[in-house]
């Protein structure tokens, strides 16, 4: 249709083809035009990503920053509407009113940062670069780059999708556990369609910046007149055109469909936000964050990947803020390794699964040091009971779990802030191991896509 449009609109002047054809569409779109006879590559973008490489004698188009890496540092961000026309000497944007000036911005990721660096696949690759991620993102992010408007609110909305949406999960949990900030988490896709009562600060989390279903609900609490935060890993991306303000990752470039180390950064960017309305109560445990995730890395997984590889369906479960990381855990497993995989608040399992359960369905049990231990150790026993296999995650040193488990997985002893992080890391192994000892295409898992820009 868009073929036909451009030709019908063509008198001789390609720019002016595209700018009366783009005014006949509707919804998202990212278009490369050219014709037959001009030496230009017409680009031009609705709600799609779309970023313009400069290069020496050369320009680019591509609708992520990655694949620029490999030719140019420098790039420059078109706003909606914008159509330029690139040639190897000159790059000319306009739009309705004519010709505009926007800047050309420099990508602070590397080359070295998008190659595998000897590992088997990029999701390990990115697993292993968690604790940089975490601790640059921390320290980038200083107690002032947080808004004013995040210190006092009287309530915080959380918009986000897939991965991000069990960060936000975590960020409402410590809000009201830590803060006393009423908060509550929307996943974008249903936001915008419901609307609900919205007021004070929405928070918008999305590692690409770019998934439709996000920009379009803090699009909705924009024009609500609430004051908007972007979490984003990507500079430059449609969510931080949207947003008033923008917290940054500092994870590099996530190749991987899977979300790894872009959600351990955003559990740095969380914490931090945390920290920073608690008045640095716990900056130096962050600071050190990274080694606990070190730890893990290192651990044998090999009993556990053993369970669960055979297995058809498995389940999570957690309390309190390992509710989310049970989820986490469950959509890492079933998206790399198209093994069933559910994640439940562990009081729930009797409210349902319990009717699945059997030797052969595995449940990953984190059960960690809090008010909440002894009601997870009598779930267990529950689940035990029901003949299922258990994997118990818990506190290095425990001595109650290692008895009624089939498998211990231990983690170092920390602060409950950072004992999220650890959780979450064994379970990206878990699934990783899982999924490699089946021989799944890991890094493209079928029918997903890395950002997905469209409703
Ligand atoms: C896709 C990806 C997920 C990601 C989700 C949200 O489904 O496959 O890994 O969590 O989008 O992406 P975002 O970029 O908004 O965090």
Known sequence: VIAHLLEENYDGDLVQAVQRCVHQLHGSYALLTCAEGDGRLIAVRSSSPLVIGVGDKEAFAASDLTPLLEYTE????????????????????????????????LIDWTL????????????QKEIFEQPQAFSTTIRALRPEDIPESLLHPEFVTIVACGTSFHAGMI?????????????????????????????????????????????????AARACNCTTIAVTNVLG???????????YLRAGPEISVAATKSFIAQLAVILQIVNTIRQGTCLDLLLHGNRA???????????????????QHIFFVGRGPFYPVALEGALKMKEISYIHAEGYAAGELKHGPFALLSGETPVIALCMPGETYQVMLSNIKEMKARGAPVVGIGLRGDTEIPDIVDVFIPVPETHLFVQILTTTVVLQLLAYLTADALGCDIDKPRNLAKSVTVE
């Not at 989390?205 to 770019?210: C, D, L, M, Y």
């Not at 991306?237 to 917290?247: C, G, Q």
């Not at 995730?293 to 055979?310: A, F, G, K």
């Open 74 to 105: 420098r790039v420059i961000y078109l706003e909606d509407g914008d159509i330029a026309a690139l040639s190897p000497e000159t790059i000319e944007i306009f739009n309705d009113a004519g010709p505009v000036e926007r800047n050309i911005e």
């Open 112 to 123: 070295e940062d998008v190659k595998k660096g000897g590992f088997k696949h990029y999701m």
């Open 171 to 219: 960020l409402k949990y410590l809000l009201e556990t830590f803060c006393s900030i009423p908060s509550r988490v929307e996943l974008g896709s249903e936001f915008k369609y419901y609307t609900p009562p919205v007021q004070g600060v929405v928070i918008g989390i999305t590692q690409s910046g770019e998934t439709a279903d996000t920009l379009a609900a803090l699009k």
């Open 237 to 247: 991306s449609s969510v931080t055109r949207i947003a008033d303000h923008t917290l």
């Open 293 to 311: 995730i070190e730890e893990v890395l290192l651990m044998d997984l090999t009993s556990s990947v053993l369970l669960c590889r055979n297995a």
